[in-house]
C-alpha cells in the first residue's frame, strides 16, 4: 500500500509572532502569545500524533518557507500585489497587500476580507482598495476597477 505523505509547516511562531495581524490583534485582547520553546514542544507532539495517523509526515520548517517566498517576490520583474503578508513584508518588489480569506460557514465558502477585528467585508472593497493605492502611485487606472455592487 503507497501512502500519501502528510505535510506540515513550521510557520505558527511567525503567524503568531512575526508579520501578521494576529500579533496585535492577541496583544490588544490582552492575550499572551506562548514562546517559541512552548510551540515547539506542542509542535513535536502534534507531529508524534500525525505520523502515528498518517505514516508520512514531512514537516517544511519556517525559515525554508520564508526564504522561498522572499526569494520568489525578489526575482519578480513585476511589481507585486500579495496575498501572504506574513512571508513578504517588507519586501520592496510587494507594492500592496491584498487582505483576503476563505470563510466557511457550514458547507459553504466565502471570500472576504481577513480581519483582525472579526469585520469582514465583500472582496470587491478590498480588491478597489488596493486598485486606489496602486492607481496613487501609478497615476494610472487599473483594469479591475469596474464591479457591481
Keep these: 500500500m503507497n501512502l500519501k ?18 500579533k496585535d490583534f492577541y496583544k490588544g485582547k490582552g492575550l499572551v502569545v506562548p514562546q517559541k520553546e512552548k510551540i515547539n514542544t506542542l509542535r513535536a507532539k502534534m507531529l508524534e500524533n500525525l505520523k502515528n495517523t498518517y505514516g508520512n509526515v514531512e514537516v517544511i520548517p519556517e525559515e525554508d518557507l520564508l526564504f522561498a517566498m522572499q526569494s520568489l517576490a525578489k526575482s519578480s520583474n513585476y511589481p507585486l500585489v500579495s496575498l501572504d503578508e506574513i512571508y513578504l513584508n517588507g519586501n520592496e518588489n510587494v507594492q500592496e497587500f491584498l487582505n483576503l ?12 476580507t481577513r480581519s483582525s477585528e472579526g469585520l469582514y467585508l465583500p ?27
Design 101 to 112: 480569506s476563505r470563510i466557511k460557514v457550514g458547507n459553504r465558502t466565502f471570500i472576504s
Design 123 to 149: 472582496y470587491e472593497k478590498e480588491i478597489c482598495r488596493v486598485c486606489d493605492k496602486l492607481e496613487q502611485r501609478y497615476a494610472q487606472d487599473c483594469p479591475h476597477r469596474n464591479f457591481a455592487y
Design 5 to 22: 505523505t502528510f505535510f506540515l509547516s513550521e510557520d505558527i511562531n511567525l503567524i503568531l509572532n512575526g508579520n501578521s495581524l494576529y
